[in-house]
């Protein structure tokens, strides 16, 4: 079957084939695998249809190697075609923290415990901990606690 060939090389998902086409004709956006299926006349997988306004717009599915492929169904004459991508639209980060949450840890004063429970001693904060994370994690997060007058 006679048709043009654009390789649009690695792209990543979210962009957009955008297709201009003098006439309608089939337009199809597939992996270089599925390509090598279509030109061997076997059951290929392609984007797209039949685009009967230019341009044509079809937006890859997921990052790869991709062609287009334009044709005019085994009909007749020619047809003029030609094809960029538009880069995928930025993604958004992660918001900016406003503050510091460990800057809103509130200290308050400790209240005598009820009766005689810890011999009268107060904290702030107790922390649980397997005895493997006390090290690593447990003693450190105590000291950055402590460093910002919470009594651990």
Request: charged letters at 25%.
């Amino acid at each position: 079957m006679n048709h043009l060939y654009f390789d649009l090389k690695h792209q990543k998902k979210g962009a957009v084939a955008i297709v201009s086409l003098d006439k309608q004709a089939n337009v199809r956006l597939m992996t270089v695998s599925d390509y090598r299926q279509f030109k061997a006349g076997r059951s290929s997988r392609a984007y797209g249809g039949r685009a009967t306004r230019s341009p044509a717009r079809i937006p890859i599915p997921r990052d790869g190697h991709w062609v287009v492929v334009v044709d005019l169904g085994g009909g007749r004459g020619q047809v003029r075609a030609g094809v960029n991508v538009q880069a995928p639209p930025p993604r958004m980060m992660a918001p900016v923290p406003e503050s510091d949450p460990l800057r809103e840890v509130q200290v308050r004063e400790p209240r005598e415990p009820d009766g005689d429970a810890f011999g009268g001693q107060t904290w702030d904060v107790f922390l649980s901990h397997a005895s493997e994370d006390k090290d690593e994690v447990a003693l450190p997060l105590r000291d950055a606690l402590a460093a910002r007058g919470v009594r651990v």
